[in-house]
């Protein structure tokens, strides 16, 4: 996400995505819920491989960016929309899951 911090770097690293596809097709956030504490997610970039441990799964207003704040350690958040509200085609609220980088491996 433009404004997020780079991998590897102190601070907080965001990456969206979709839980479905305009086709209809599963996105790749589609899981993102299920994910708890200890989770590991890795991130490939730049020939590195990251490991972050996941510490918090929230679900947050579509206008809140709380989850988006500034870290002092380099820290990864996800984000994906959730409970689609087929009235008005839109989604109630947002997932985020938080994440702490514990290895970084040159690949």
Known sequence: LEGTAY???PG???ITGHVYLPNGAVGPFVNLH?????DTI?????G???TYAVRTL???WPDDLSVLKHEDY??????TCQGYEESDNSYAYRVAVRAV???TVVE
């Open 7 to 9: 991998p590897g770097l």
């Open 12 to 14: 907080n690293t965001a």
């Open 34 to 38: 299920t994910l708890k504490w200890g």
């Open 42 to 46: 890795i991130l490939h970039a730049n």
């Open 48 to 50: 590195q491989r990251y």
């Open 58 to 60: 929230r679900r947050v």
């Open 74 to 79: 380099d820290w990864m958040t996800l984000v």
């Open 101 to 103: 980088l514990i290895e």
